[in-house]
């Protein structure tokens, strides 16, 4: 098992360095420099401008320089905000969009499975019709248009909750929260659904039950640990998705967090912002995504013992 | 029913799926009016006039104008053209290199099928999304781009069904016969093992088209995708919402509109999946 997790930490190693390479000559082959966006700027003062952000030198040089940098996690400068780096502006924004993102998997999870297991249980009676009936609606309300939505009902008409912003006001957390994780319970529910069937008409499930365990005994014990092992899975590639689901909904409530800092370097053509955190991004749901393969491989026993 | 085909036994089985076929209605329908959209739309989508200004639905504009005096059902009408292309172009796209790459390694096996499935596992686990919008960004928001990009993206889990099909179909009698006979590779993939996919693959492909759309409308909404006069959905959703609190049925309508095509296609690609796989319509 820990070979296991050795070897593919190894196996991460180069292909985050492919992703750093591929990225850089990618934005080096990009047309116009970063200088030239609104204002012209005078010859002499481009020239200063490339000399002091090393663009002078050969595409080679400034590969290997931004190498060596990124190994002692130096992303460089902003071009858009000068004075601050990459790193520190990483820095600033990820709290904020980790703290999304984990209300958000809290919800999607307490939500979906909650209601998944449920469904399974009362099979084919209202309780599994409705909440699978809400969860079609959640895969099919794309984050972009859920966002606003509750904002048009519960921030403009109803008053309820701030429209905006992230821990300025009480209660602005909310409606963020529940717009990012309200497409990942649904698609929990589905899962834990599925998987929850699947086990229940297994011949344990129903020795357990012979055994005299009281249901609860059998669903919580036996039942779920295998029955979940679907939603573990998803939650690694949920991790990708969450992070684009932070674009969004940090650009609709406004939120000053990593999400948003891409979509405004996308923008302003901040070419190292957008390398320095395409390259973050990419380590990030490299690593989520071993962590829910290792813990998939933990809950299932057979893939232990084969491995 | 003794004689009949998969496909017929298949056909007969999605007639009796009430929620497949009313998806299936509704996609037939949107796509004839995306195709007619010149001829049907009350308006053209750019035509102004900005003496009307934002104004409700009425008898004149059914769903309203927007900002401009443009007439929304005309522009939702002409956003179905792209929507819809982007759909089943990028999802083409996606087929193309998926299934011949599923096949390829799925028929070849041995160190070539492990070098090509490694390949996928190591994409896989990387954030797609991020590099579409570099690639947006860094060489402009093109169509054409934006398809491939999409398309380039949405390939990965094709191959993985379709390789896993062809090792199941690949020990079978009419496959060691046709290799006993001397068919080459390509005649071997187009005659004898595509047809016997084409199942999983037509799944699968109605499946893909909600997800690209939904990635278009998403790229669309962060600015990074159909730029104007053009629309599609996800643009006008992103007018919607920018305007949502004084007119907010520039939101709705679009929205609507966007929500009803992928339930739609979602029901129509798992009413298919369950006609042609019916062990598995069980949960």
Partial sequence: ?307 | MNNNSLWSDALYRLTRNRAAMIGGLILVALIICAILAPWIAPYSYSYQDLNLGASPPSSDHLLGTDILGRDLLSRILYGARISLLVGFVATGVALVIGVSWGIIAGYMGGRIDSVMMRIVDVLYGLPFIIFIILLMVIFGRNLWLLFGAIGAVEWLTMARIVRGQVIGLKNQEFVLAAQAMGVNNLAMFRRHLLPNILGPIAVYATLTIPQVMLLEGFLSFLGLGIQPPMSSWGTLIKDGVESMEEYSWLLIYPGITFTITLFALNFFGDGLRDALDPKTSDN
């Fill in chain 1, 1 to 307: 098992m820990i070979a296991i997790f050795f070897k593919r930490i190894l196996l991460a190693i180069p292909v985050l360095f492919a992703v750093a390479s591929i990225t850089f000559f990618l934005v080096k082959a990009a047309p116009g420099g970063p200088f030239d966006a609104d204002r012209a700027v005078s010859p002499q003062v481009l020239k200063n401008l490339n000399e002091a952000y090393n663009l002078d030198a050969s595409n080679w040089e400034q590969y290997v320089d931004y190498m060596s940098g990124l190994i002692q996690g130096d992303l460089g400068p902003s071009f858009r905000f000068p004075g601050r780096s990459v790193t520190e502006m990483i820095a600033t924004g990820l709290p904020i969009t980790f703290e999304l993102a984990f209300y958000a998997i809290l919800i999607a999870l307490l939500l979906g499975v909650l209601s998944g297991v449920t469904a399974a249980l009362k099979r084919n009676t209202f309780l599994d019709f409705i909440p699978m009936a809400i969860a079609m609606i959640g895969i099919c309300v794309p984050t972009f248009l859920m966002g606003p939505l509750l904002v048009l009902i519960f921030g403009i008409n109803l008053e309820v909750l701030p429209v905006s912003g992230w821990g300025q006001l009480p209660g602005d957390k909310i409606l963020p929260s529940i717009t990012l994780g309200f497409a990942y319970a649904a698609y929990i529910a589905r899962l834990s659904r599925g998987g929850m069937l699947e086990v229940l008409n297994q011949d344990f499930i129903r020795t357990a039950r012979a055994k005299g365990l009281t249901e609860r005994m059998v669903v919580i014990k036996h039942a779920m640990q295998g029955g979940l092992i679907p939603v573990v899975s998803f939650l690694g590639p949920a991790i990708a998705g969450l992070l684009a689901g932070s674009f969004v909904v940090e650009t609709i409530f406004q939120i000053p967090g990593l999400g948003r800092f891409y979509v405004e370097a996308a923008f302003n053509r901040d070419y190292t912002m957008i390398l320095g955190t395409t390259i973050f991004f990419s380590a990030m749901i490299v690593f989520f995504n071993l962590l829910s393969d290792l813990a998939s491989l933990m809950l299932n026993p057979r893939s232990r013992d084969s491995s």
